[in-house]
């Protein structure tokens, strides 16, 4: 491929983007609790993981109209939860459900049942590790977790390759 080709198409995925504050404490909780040999990304809440790429630039449309002139929705990071193999952040946002669904709704036809299944926003903090290592991390966090606002800045989508994530486009919410 020479310099100037295009990359090749790749599954899209769609995120929601954290205020600078959320993310440098998600990331942390990443760093500190994720296997640092599987530690590829930064912390992230996933909105859908595999989106067709012949879908880009409806996508492209579909989240400026989300989030332009609109504020960004309310949440709150509302729990600890098991992964099994590992943990994660429970975030609540009825706006960025509804957000989610209309999206959802745009692109019924070519979700994968991944993302037609019911959605449950997550940010993982420790993934494939031993049961009994989630489990006495899970105890540990929840121990001392307090429910507590996150901003979510904006939306984002990516170029799945197999690797890190290349950014497809951002968006941000006004306000």
Do not use: C
């Not at 990331?27 to 994720?34: E, G, I, L, T, Y």
């Amino acid at each position: 491929m020479s310099a100037h080709a295009a990359p090749l198409p790749a599954p899209i995925i769609v995120t929601a983007l954290f205020g600078a504050a959320d993310q440098d404490f998600l990331d942390s909780q990443r760093r500190a609790f994720f296997p640092p040999e599987r530690n590829q990304l930064a912390a992230h809440l996933t909105m859908f993981h595999h989106l067709p790429p012949s879908g880009a630039a409806e996508l492209r449309q579909r989240l400026v109209t989300e989030t332009r002139g609109v504020p960004p929705p309310r949440a709150r990071l509302a729990g600890v939860i098991s992964l099994g193999r590992g943990v994660a952040y429970r975030v609540e946002s009825a706006e960025l459900e509804a957000i989610r669904a209309r999206l959802a709704e745009s692109f019924r036809g070519l979700l994968t049942p991944q993302d037609q299944s019911g959605w449950r926003a997550h940010v993982t903090v420790q993934n494939k590790v031993e049961p009994s290592e989630a489990r006495a991390l899970l105890e540990r966090l929840k121990a001392a977790f307090v429910a507590r606002p996150v901003t979510i800045a904006g939306l984002a989508a990516h170029w799945y390759r197999g690797g890190p994530w290349e950014p497809l486009s951002r968006h941000l919410f006004d306000g």
